[in-house]
């Protein structure tokens, strides 16, 4: 049985474990990217020409927030402006550090708001900011990890 389908079998509780210890590993990626480059983390959106700065801690709270089962810092409200900005092409991002951001916030918005993300969207998100090779040993021990 592939890493996928063992997954998929799993109940809801161990899902949400899973999801949270994927999403644990992929974090660093986002904080190693972010630490020392303040000025690239600006952006101006296209559709008003304001100017934003990306708030690095976003993605850390958004995690301890879903740990929580609640929205433990607005990171809900102070989302909305920089996935926007994503989706508009104004901000970008590396691609493994992208798909971190996105299954940190897919995390947060499933175990904190209660919005109805599919699960394996978080795995292959947090999944995708490792080469091939060691994202199937990371599916297998987050699955195999004690609960």
């Known amino acids: 049985m592939t890493p996928k389908e063992l997954f998929t079998q799993?109940?809801?509780?161990?899902?949400?474990?899973?999801?949270?210890?994927?999403?644990e590993d992929a974090l660093p990626i986002w904080i190693g990217y972010v630490r020392g480059k303040p000025a690239s983390l600006r952006y101006r959106d296209s559709v008003v020409g304001m100017r934003h700065q990306v708030d690095i801690e976003l993605p850390?709270?958004?995690?301890?927030?879903?740990?929580?089962?609640a929205d433990l810092a607005d990171v809900g409200g102070r989302y909305l402006e920089p996935i926007a900005a994503l989706?508009?092409?104004?901000?970008?991002?590396?691609?493994?550090?992208?798909?971190?951001?996105?299954?940190?916030?897919?995390?947060f918005r499933k175990y904190s708001l209660g919005d109805d993300i599919p699960d394996w969207l978080i795995v292959n998100q947090a999944l995708s900011v490792h080469d091939d090779s060691e994202a199937a040993q990371r599916l297998t021990r987050a699955?195999?990890?004690p609960n």
Do not use: T
Not at 10 to 23: E, F, I, P, T
Not at 60 to 69: C, M, N, P, V, Y
């Open 60 to 69: 850390g709270e958004a995690l301890r927030s879903a740990w929580a089962g």
């Open 87 to 107: 989706q508009d092409d104004d901000l970008a991002f590396p691609d493994p550090v992208e798909f971190a951001y996105y299954a940190i916030y897919n995390c």
């Open 143 to 145: 699955i195999d990890a």
């Open 10 to 23: 799993l109940g809801a509780d161990r899902r949400r474990q899973v999801h949270l210890s994927l999403c």
